[in-house]
C-alpha cells in the first residue's frame, strides 16, 4: 500500500518536484529487449529456412549437368566375335567382351601405351561402368556396326564427373582422393580434345536407381510419385468430400457425428508411420496386395490424406451464406440439389486447395512408404500401379544413405526436382484461393 | 472374361439404362416436363443404380471370397501326409500350386501332357517362361494345379454370367418402373445419402483399422515375449533371426527407446518453443502489417519442407558441422583436436527437428494470441503499462490454456516424427544424459524392425507393431488433451 500512498504525498508539495520514478528507462529497455527477442525469433527461422534451401541448391544444382566423353570406338570383331558365329548363334553378342572395347578405345585416344597395365585400368576407370551395356545394347540393335569405327558418348565415372565440374579440391594429397593426378590430367587432355563435355542430365529423370551415381536417376520415382498422386486425388477427393457434404450439411446433431467429428481430428494428427503400419498389416498382410506396389502406397496416402481434405472441406462448405441455401430451398429445391448445385460448386474453389494442400503433403511423405516396402531398389520403370516402384521421397532417402559424394550432388538434385512440384503445387493452390475466393 | 472387361459392360449397360429410362420418361411426359415427378435425368439415374449397384456389390463380394474358398477346396485335396505337415509348409505347398497354376497357361498341350507323366522337368519349363518355382514340383502339386485352373476358370465363368445376368436384370427392373408419378428423384437421392454415409465412415474405419491392425500384430508379439519385458525392459536387443528362425532370444526394452524419443523432443522443443512462441508474440503485436505478410508464409514454408529434406539436412550439412565444430572448441581449449560431438547426436536431431517445428509453435500460439479480447489489451494499455508488460502479465496468462494445447500437439509431432530421426539420431538403444552422443527413437526403431525382409511370425518384426501402439496411444492421448484444454479455453472468450 505504501507505494500508492507515496506518490501522491509527494504530489502534494509543491516543492519537491523530481518527478516520480516509475522505472520508465528500465521498461522501455525491457521493451527494447522484448522486442528484439521477437526479431532474432522470426530472423533465426528465417535464415535456417535460406540456409536449408541455399546447402540444397549449392550441393545439387549441378546434378542437372553430367559430364559425357564422346570417343571414337572400334568395334572390333575380333573382340566381339572372333569366331563369326553371330549369324547362327546371336547369343554371341551378348555375351562379348564389351569392356574391352571401350577399354581399348579409351587407351587408343589418350595415347596410351596398352602394355602398361594399371595405366590401362586407370584410363578405363574414368569411364562409367555401365558404358559396356550401353555398347553392348547398340552392337545388339544393329550388328552392321561390328568391324566399323563410330562415335559414342559415354557417360564419365562419377568421379570424373565431380572433378569436372570442379568439385574436388586438387590440393588434398593424391592418395587421399578417388582421382589420381593422371586421370586429370588425362581429362584436361580430352578436354582440349573436346572429347569430354557437360551435357543436361536427361538421364536424371529417366533412369532408374543404379548403384553408380552416374547411371542412377529418378525415373521410377517419378513414375511412381505419379501413381501414387493420381490414386490419391482419385480416391481422396470424392471420399473426403462425399464425407464433409455429410458431415456438414446433412448428419444429426447425435453421438455418433460427434465421435466421427471428434475421430477425424485425432486422425489429422496421427504420426505418418502409424498409417505405414496400417497399410502393412490390413493391406499387404490381409488383403494381400503385393509388396512395394505404388497402389499400396496411394491407398495409405490416400487415408493420411483424408482427414486433411475433410478439413479444409468443411472449412469451406461453412462458408458458402445460409442465404444461398435458403434460397435454393425457398425455389424448391431439395436438399440434395441445395447442395450439389449451389453449395458445391460455390465451395469449390476452397475444396481444391485444400485438396492441393493436402496433395503436396502427401507427396513429400516418406515414412509410410518404407514401411510398405516401397524403398526396394528398383531398375525399371513401373507399367501399372501393381509393379514394384519406389516415390520421390523414398528415392531421396534411398540415396542419402549412400556414401559417395556424387550420390549427395544427386540427392541434392532429387531435393531440388520434389521442391519444385511442392512449389509448383502450393502455388497453384495459392492461385486458385486468389482468383476464385469470395468474401461474401 | 476378365475383371476389368466385366466393368467396362456394366458401365456400358449402366449407361444404356440411363439413356433408356430417360428417354421413355420424356416420351411419358408428353412434351411437357410438369407432368412427371422427377426430371428424366432421376429416372435415368435410378434406372442406372439398379443396373449397376447390385451387380458391383456382388462383383466385389465374388472376388473377394472365391479365392480362398477354392483354396480351401484344393487343400482338402491334398495327400493326407501333406496335410499332416506344418502349417508354414503347408503354406510354402499351396504358393507352389498356385505358381504352376499360373504357369501352366503358357504352356503347350505337348508341354503339360509331358510334365504330368514326368517326362519334362517342370521347374526348368517354367523357369523358362518366366514363373520360377521355389523348389522341385511334386505330382500332387501339378494335380492341384490343374485343379485350381479349372475351378477358377469356372468360378469366373459364373460370376460373369451372374454379374452380367444381374446387371440386365436390375436395368430391365429400372426401366419398367418408369411412370409419370414414381418418385425417382427421391429414391436417387436416398442412395446418394447413403454413399454419403459411407464415405463419412471411412474415417471411423480408419481408426478402427488402426487400431485393430496394431492390436491383433501386438497380441502376437505379447504371446511370444511377456508385456513386462517390453515395457519395463532397459535393454534393446532384438538379435535379428536368421531366415526361417523364430529365436526370442532378443530383448525388447521400450525403456531405452522412449528415453530416446523423449529427450530429442525435448532437445526440439526446447529449440522450438522460445523461437515459435516470440516469432508469434511479434508478429501478432509488433510487427506492420507488411513484415507479417511477409515473415509469416517465409516461417510457414518451414512447415511445408518435406521431413526427408530436414533429415539430409542434419545429414550433410548440420551434424558435420557440429562435429567440426566441437572439434575446434575442444583443441582450443584443451589443446586435444577431438570431436565431443557425435555427428548423428541427440542435438543434431533435436536442433533441426525444433526448426521443423517452429512454424507449427508459431502459427497455433498467433491463432490464439490473436483471439486475446481487445479490451484486456486496451485496459491493461490504458493502464499505462508498456506493450511487453501487457503481453507477460496479461495476454499471456489470459491465453497460457491455449498454448499450452498448442505445445502439446507440437509435442505429439516431435514424438512422432520419423524421417530427421532416421537419418540424424543414429541407431545406437541406449540411456544417456549426453546430448551429444547418438540415441535412438521409437519411430526408428520400427523402421528398422520392418524394412528389409519380413516374416510376420518372428518378435523381431512383430515387435515393430508394439511400438506402434505405444506411439500411437501416447500421441492420441496428448492430442485429445490438447483439445479439449483448447476448446475450453475457447469457450471462455466466446
Known amino acids: ?109 589418350l595415347g596410351i601405351d596398352p602394355s602398361k597395365r594399371t595405366e590401362v585400368r586407370e584410363a578405363a576407370a574414368m569411364i562409367s561402368k555401365g558404358a559396356p551395356i550401353q555398347l553392348r545394347n547398340l552392337v545388339v540393335a544393329n550388328p552392321a556396326l561390328i568391324g566399323t569405327t563410330v562415335n559414342v558418348t559415354f557417360l564419365a565415372d562419377a568421379n570424373i564427373d565431380s572433378a569436372n565440374k570442379g568439385q574436388i579440391d586438387l590440393n588434398v594429397p593424391e592418395a587421399n582422393r578417388k582421382v589420381s593426378d593422371t586421370q586429370i590430367g588425362w581429362m584436361n587432355q580430352l578436354k582440349s580434345a ?77 504420426p505418418s508411420i502409424v498409417y505405414g503400419l496400417l497399410g502393412l498389416s490390413v493391406f499387404i498382410n490381409f488383403a494381400g496386395f503385393p509388396r512395394s506396389a505404388s497402389l499400396v502406397g496411394g491407398l495409405v496416402l490416400t487415408l493420411m490424406t483424408l482427414p ?103 540427392t541434392s538434385g532429387a531435393i531440388i526436382v520434389l521442391l519444385l512440384f511442392l512449389i509448383l503445387m502450393n502455388l497453384g493452390a495459392i492461385l486458385l484461393r486468389r482468383r476464385f475466393e469470395r468474401r461474401w | 472374361m476378365s475383371t476389368s472387361l466385366i466393368l467396362l459392360s456394366l458401365l456400358v449397360i449402366g449407361i444404356a439404362a440411363y439413356v433408356m429410362a430417360s428417354s421413355r420418361a420424356n416420351a411419358l411426359s408428353g412434351g411437357k416436363s410438369s407432368n412427371l415427378h422427377s426430371r428424366p435425368g432421376y429416372y435415368g439415374s435410378y434406372a442406372a443404380v439398379w443396373a449397376m449397384l447390385p451387380s458391383l456389390i456382388v462383383l466385389a463380394l465374388w472376388l473377394s471370397i472365391s479365392p480362398s474358398i477354392i483354396e480351401t477346396s484344393i487343400r482338402g485335396a491334398f495327400p493326407d501326409e501333406v496335410k499332416a505337415q506344418p502349417a508354414a509348409t503347408q503354406n510354402l505347398n499351396y504358393g507352389m500350386v498356385s505358381a504352376i497354376a499360373r504357369g501352366l497357361p503358357k504352356l503347350t498341350a505337348e508341354e503339360v501332357a509331358g510334365i504330368t507323366d514326368g517326362s519334362i522337368d517342370i521347374q526348368a519349363k517354367l523357369g523358362e517362361k518366366g514363373v520360377p518355382l521355389a523348389g522341385a514340383a511334386e505330382p500332387y502339386m501339378i494335380e492341384g494345379a490343374k485343379n485350381l485352373t479349372a475351378k477358377t476358370a469356372v468360378s469366373r465363368l459364373v460370376m460373369t454370367g451372374v454379374v452380367l445376368l444381374l446387371a440386365v436384370a436390375g436395368a430391365a427392373y429400372g426401366l419398367r418402373s418408369v411412370a409419370p408419378r414414381f418418385r425417382a428423384r427421391n429414391q436417387v437421392e436416398r442412395v446418394m445419402l447413403w454413399g454419403l454415409i459411407v464415405a463419412s465412415s471411412i474415417a471411423i474405419l480408419t481408426t478402427i483399422g488402426i487400431v485393430l491392425s496394431m492390436l491383433s500384430e501386438a497380441a502376437r508379439f505379447f504371446a511370444m515375449v511377456p508385456a513386462s519385458d517390453f515395457f519395463f525392459g532397459t535393454v534393446w536387443d532384438p538379435r535379428f533371426a536368421g531366415a526361417g528362425g523364430t529365436s526370442t532370444e ?95 547426436s541427440v542435438l ?63 509435442a505429439s509431432r516431435a514424438i512422432g516424427e520419423t524421417m530427421i530421426v532416421v537419418l540424424a539420431a543414429g541407431v545406437a538403444a541406449r540411456i544417456d544424459i549426453n546430448p551429444f552422443e547418438p540415441m535412438t527413437t521409437v519411430t526408428v526403431k520400427i523402421v528398422s524392425q520392418l524394412t528389409g525382409d519380413l516374416e510376420f511370425t518372428s518378435p523381431q518384426t512383430l515387435v515393430a507393431f508394439a511400438l506402434g501402439i505405444t506411439l500411437f496411444c501416447i500421441t492420441l492421448c496428448l492430442n485429445i488433451y490438447a483439445l479439449y484444454i483448447v476448446r475450453k479455453y475457447r469457450e471462455q472468450y466466446e
Open chain 1, 1 to 109: 500500500m505504501t507505494n500508492i500512498v507515496s506518490p501522491v504525498a509527494g504530489a502534494v508539495s509543491p516543492a519537491a518536484a523530481p518527478r516520480r520514478d516509475i522505472g520508465i528507462k528500465r521498461r522501455y529497455a525491457a521493451e527494447r529487449r522484448f522486442r528484439a527477442y521477437g526479431i532474432a525469433a522470426i530472423t533465426f527461422g528465417v535464415v535456417f529456412l535460406i540456409l536449408l534451401l541455399s546447402t540444397v541448391i549449392r550441393n545439387g544444382y549441378t546434378a542437372f549437368q553430367q559430364t559425357a566423353i564422346t570417343i571414337p570406338v572400334e568395334i572390333s570383331e575380333k573382340l566381339i566375335d572372333p569366331d563369326n558365329k553371330r549369324a547362327t548363334d546371336p547369343s554371341v553378342l551378348i555375351a562379348a567382351n564389351y569392356p574391352a572395347v571401350v577399354r581399348d578405345a579409351i587407351v587408343k585416344q
Open chain 1, 194 to 270: 573436346g572429347a569430354i563435355e557437360k551435357q543436361f542430365n536427361t538421364g536424371l529423370f529417366t533412369s532408374g536407381n543404379s548403384s553408380r551415381p552416374e547411371a542412377a536417376g529418378l525415373g521410377v520415382a517419378l513414375v511412381g510419385s505419379l501413381y501414387l498422386m493420381l490414386i490419391v486425388l482419385a480416391l481422396s477427393l470424392p471420399i473426403g468430400v462425399a464425407a464433409s457434404i455429410y458431415l456438414e450439411e446433412f448428419a444429426p446433431k447425435n453421438k455418433l457425428t460427434d465421435l466421427i467429428e471428434v475421430n477425424i481430428n485425432n486422425l489429422a494428427a496421427v
Open chain 2, 348 to 410: 543434431t536431431a533435436g536442433i533441426v527437428m525444433g526448426i521443423m517445428l517452429i512454424p507449427y509453435v508459431s502459427s497455433l500460439s498467433d491463432d490464439i494470441i490473436t483471439a486475446v479480447p481487445r479490451a484486456m489489451r486496451d485496459g491493461s494499455l490504458g493502464l499505462g503499462a508498456t506493450r511487453s508488460e501487457t503481453i507477460k502479465k496479461v495476454i499471456l496468462p489470459a491465453a497460457l490454456p491455449g498454448i499450452v494445447g498448442a505445445l502439446l500437439m507440437t
Open chain 2, 250 to 344: 532378443g530383448q525388447f526394452g521400450l525403456i531405452p527407446l522412449l528415453a530416446g524419443t523423449l529427450y530429442i523432443g525435448f532437445v526440439a522443443m526446447l529449440v522450438a518453443v522460445p523461437v515459435g512462441l516470440f516469432a508469434a508474440i511479434y508478429m501478432a503485436e509488433y510487427a506492420s502489417p507488411r513484415l507479417r505478410s511477409l515473415a509469416k508464409p517465409l516461417l510457414e514454408v518451414l512447415a511445408g519442407i518435406p521431413t526427408i529434406v530436414y533429415g539430409f539436412f542434419a545429414l550433410v550439412t548440420v551434424g558435420p558441422f557440429l562435429r567440426d565444430l566441437s572439434q575446434q572448441v575442444n583443441g582450443l581449449v584443451t589443446g586435444n583436436y577431438m570431436n565431443f560431438i557425435q555427428a548423428q
Open chain 1, 308 to 410: 486433411t481434405i475433410i478439413i479444409a472441406t468443411r472449412a469451406a462448405l461453412r462458408a458458402v451464406p445460409p442465404s444461398i441455401r435458403s434460397a435454393a430451398l425457398g425455389l424448391g429445391a431439395s436438399k440434395m440439389q441445395m447442395v450439389f448445385h449451389h453449395v458445391l460448386p460455390l465451395a469449390m474453389p476452397g475444396i481444391l486447395t485444400g485438396t492441393i494442400i493436402g496433395l503436396a503433403h502427401a507427396l513429400g511423405e516418406t515414412a509410410p512408404l518404407l514401411l510398405i516396402g516401397m524403398v526396394a531398389f528398383v531398375a525399371d520403370i513401373p507399367g501399372t500401379p501393381l509393379e514394384p516402384s519406389t516415390a520421390l521421397p523414398v528415392q531421396i532417402y534411398m540415396w542419402a544413405n549412400e556414401a559417395e559424394r556424387a550420390f549427395v550432388e544427386r
